[in-house]
Structure formats: structure tokens, C-alpha cells
């Protein structure tokens, strides 16, 4: 096997399935530097194909690796210690991200952990001065004026700025913005519209399992649906600092009627540590007690019934969604474990970088699958490696994302996707050598599986 023509189909898969996303999963304004490093290793891929053929494949390597793979897997990493308080850390990894990545938000990334850190500490107006700079820049726009609002206790002010601001598409295809809008919403007290939109928008919060869970999150709570809040923040949002998991839970109960109660515990959380959770008990606690018995209509009832019972069952089917430490993600280490035993395997039985020996244990070789049948070698392909370096940078992938995703699909879905994706791009790859773009080659890896994890 050729590792120029493994790295070319890598790096050019991998911008594909990213390009795709960037242009027709998620809103353009926030994916415009991915738009533009995918379709820039994708132009460089073609005209280097044409120019250096024996080189092309380590060039557009490389820069996939650089421009593309760390900084994801960095900003991945960035926003999961700012959620869980690791500021330093964040901040660090972040930075990293923006130097690599210096386009689309991953350039404002840093600004953003700040000014959380900020907050955390009771620096509001520390935290003032970066929000603004941030308004005034149109790719940070909307975090920066909605963090305003927020700071200030203005969520009509927030309610009407999204109004105003974001109209038609630039509202239905945003989840960001409807996530914002639902909590306004709720907050206000106006929880029937707030179940309306929710109903109305879910095709796009569907889109992310993050976006989704943090929608039900504010309609559970604004709601009083205790046991719902309670499974979310011990599985979806388990990353939650403790004090932050128990204001959503006082938060809950205080719309569910038990005010007594969940007036107490946000009391106490006025002492908090964390500064953001004070400032966020003190905008509860100044607002008037809404009750959700008391608000909600028949037909707003009945439709959070059925809310409720469509999240009971995802719950039952994903049979409880595992905190995303690694050793709890069954899946993700059974595959981790599969790949490093093949790998042992490939070395033992004549070579990682051996064609014929990756042949024999199942690489796929598309005239096998096109004249000879077999399809098996669709999914064989996913478990073995081309060398020490392909290996490790597919297994460095799998431990970083592959925990966090198979704890919010759960098991079930997370295997589905893992091996649609993978033999999906597999089947591409014998496409593309049947239509004669590419000649035949021996493919091995598991990035196609890896990249639909993204």
C-alpha cells in the first residue's frame, strides 16, 4: 500500500464530510474557517494530484493534520474544560486552536473562556469589557449582546433583540439562537409559547444531541419536571459543576410547586464559589415565582406530556446515557481494544505496512468487492492500520470525541453511527474506483468511522 495515496484519501474524506457539515448542517457564519480550510486542502489535493502525485498525499496530510484535526480535537477539548471550570487549562488548549485555526470562531475562542473565568471569579465588569468587544464583532455578535442580557437581568431585552434581530432563516436554521429564545421565553414566564417554539423548532435542535438535551433542559425546568432535570444533569450534562446542577434542580422545583424548597437552596447558592451561579440565583430569585401548573393551557399540558413520554423512551432505548469518563463508554473501549489487537496483529503476521498481509486480514481492495463480492471487507477495513502513525492518530481520535458522543447518543445509536459512517466511506472509496476517479488501491482505517462522530 501506498501511504501517500492512505493520506490523500484521508485528509480528502475527511474535508468532504467536514465541508458538508459546515455548509449544510450548521449555520455558515459560524463554520466559514472550516469552510475554508476543507475546500482549500480539498483544491490543493486536486491540483497536486495533477502536479506531484507521489508527493500529494503527505502535503495534504500534513495540513489536514494541522489545520483541521488538532484544532477540532483542541477545541473539543477547550470547551469541555471551560464547561467543567478548568479555565487555565481551557484557555491554553484554546489558544492553540486560534494559532492553528486563526479563522471563524475558533479565533474568538479564547476571548470567550476568558470572559466565563471572569464571570466565575465576580469580575462582571471585567467580564463587561470582553462581551462588548465581542458584540461589536458581527462572528461574535450574538454571543456577546445575549451574555449582556443576561448579565443585566434583561431576558425581555434578550427576548426582543432576537426578535428584531434574527428573522426568517437566520432564526429557524440557528439553534444557538433558539436555544437563547426558548430560555427567554421561559424565564419570562410564557411557557406556552415557549412549548410552541420548542415544538416548532426541534427539527433544527435535532440536528445536535447538545443543542436538543440543553433545549429539553429549559423546557424541563421551566416546566417543574423534576425527574426529567434530574436524569439530564446526571447524564447529558454530568460535566455540570455541582453547584451549577443544583441551581437547575432548585430552579425545577420551584416550578413545580415546591417553592419552599427550592427558594431555600438557591438561597444558599447565593454563597456559592462558582460567581456565574451566584449571578445567575440572584436573576432568579429578583424575578416573581412562576409555577408551571398555573401557566401552562390543555393543549401546552398535552403536548409536555408527550415531551416527557418521547424522552422517557430515548432513555429506555439508549438505556441511560454513562458519565462520559472513558471507562464507562463500553463501546468506544471495545473498539479501542479491537483496533490495538489487530494492529499486534498485523505486525505479527508479516507487517503494519505490509499490503499483502493488510489484504489477507481484510483490507479493502475495491475489484474484490466489485468483481469477487466481497462486501465484507467493508467493514474489516475499519479495525486495521497502515503503520504506527495512522494508528495513533485514529486511536488519539476515538478517546477524545468517542466517549463524549456515546455518552449523549448512548450505545446503541453511537454503534449505528460508528459503522454507517465508516462503511459509508468505504463504499465511497469502491465507488470512486469503479467511476474511475481514482485508480485501485488498498485501503485501510478507521477515519471514516471516526469523522462521522464529528
Not at 479564547?110 to 464571570?119: A, E, F, G, L, Q
Not at 424548597?261 to 438561597?267: V, Y
Not at 446515557?321 to 463500553?330: D, E, G, H, K, V
Not at 479493502?364 to 467493508?378: D, K, N
Request: charged letters at 15%; proline letters at 4%; one cysteine or more.
Amino acid at each position: 500500500m501506498d501511504a501517500n495515496l492512505v493520506f490523500l484519501f484521508m485528509a480528502g474524506l475527511s474535508s468532504i464530510f467536514t465541508l458538508w457539515r459546515a455548509l449544510f448542517v450548521f449555520p455558515v457564519k459560524y463554520n466559514r474557517g472550516w469552510i475554508a480550510v476543507s475546500a482549500g486542502i480539498l483544491l490543493i489535493a486536486m491540483v497536486g494530484w495533477l502536479v506531484i502525485p507521489a508527493q500529494i498525499g503527505y502535503v495534504v496530510g500534513v495540513l489536514w493534520l494541522v489545520l483541521a484535526l488538532v484544532p477540532s480535537l483542541a477545541q473539543r477539548l477547550a470547551l469541555s474544560w471551560d464547561t467543567q471550570g478548568r479555565y487555565a487549562a481551557a484557555l491554553r488548549v484554546a489558544t492553540l486552536a486560534r494559532v492553528l485555526h486563526p479563522a471563524g470562531q475558533l479565533r474568538y475562542l479564547p476571548d470567550v473562556i476568558r470572559s466565563h473565568w471572569y464571570m466565575t471569579d465576580g469580575k462582571y465588569d471585567d467580564a463587561k469589557v470582553i462581551l462588548q468587544r465581542l458584540s461589536d464583532n458581527p462572528a461574535t455578535e450574538f454571543y456577546g449582546t445575549s451574555m449582556q442580557f443576561w448579565l443585566a437581568n434583561d431576558y425581555e431585552g434578550m427576548m426582543h433583540w432576537l426578535e428584531s434581530h434574527y428573522t426568517g432563516d437566520a432564526f429557524r436554521l440557528d439553534p444557538n439562537v433558539i436555544m437563547r429564545y426558548l430560555f427567554s421565553l421561559g424565564t419570562t414566564g410564557d411557557l406556552n409559547r415557549m412549548l410552541s417554539e420548542f415544538n416548532n423548532y426541534r427539527s433544527t435542535l435535532e440536528r445536535s444531541t447538545a443543542h436538543l438535551n440543553y433545549g429539553l433542559l429549559y423546557i424541563f425546568s421551566a416546566c417543574g419536571c423534576v425527574p426529567q432535570v434530574e436524569q439530564l444533569v446526571a447524564n447529558a450534562f454530568q460535566t455540570f459543576k455541582p453547584e451549577l446542577k443544583q441551581q437547575w434542580l432548585a430552579m425545577t422545583q420551584v416550578a413545580a410547586g415546591d417553592v419552599e424548597q427550592g427558594k431555600a437552596t438557591l438561597t444558599e447558592l447565593l454563597n456559592a464559589q462558582d460567581g456565574q451561579v451566584r449571578r445567575s440565583v440572584q436573576n432568579v430569585l429578583a424575578r416573581p415565582t412562576i409555577q408551571a401548573d398555573t401557566v401552562l393551557s390543555a393543549e401546552s399540558k398535552a403536548l409536555l406530556t408527550q415531551m416527557t413520554q418521547q424522552y422517557q423512551n430515548y432513555q429506555r432505548y439508549a438505556r441511560g446515557q454513562a458519565p462520559s469518563r472513558l471507562r464507562r463508554q463500553y463501546v468506544t473501549i471495545a473498539l479501542i481494544v479491537v483496533i490495538v489487537i489487530v494492529y499486534l496483529l498485523e505486525i505479527q503476521q508479516g507487517g503494519d505496512m505490509d499490503t499483502e498481509t493488510l489484504y489477507r486480514m481484510g483490507a479493502l481492495w475495491p475489484p474484490a468487492v466489485i468483481q469477487g463480492g466481497e462486501w465484507w471487507r467493508l467493514i474489516t477495513v475499519m479495525f486495521l492500520h497502515f503503520g504506527l502513525l495512522h494508528v495513533a492518530l485514529n486511536l488519539v481520535a476515538l478517546i477524545v470525541i468517542g466517549p463524549s458522543v456515546e455518552s449523549m447518543l448512548g450505545r446503541v445509536r453511537y454503534t449505528i453511527v460508528y459503522f454507517v459512517t465508516g462503511i459509508g466511506s468505504a463504499y465511497a472509496a469502491v465507488l470512486f474506483t469503479q467511476l474511475n476517479w481514482v485508480p485501485p488501491m488498498v485501503y485501510v482505517g478507521a477515519s471514516g468511522a471516526i469523522m462521522g462522530l464529528f
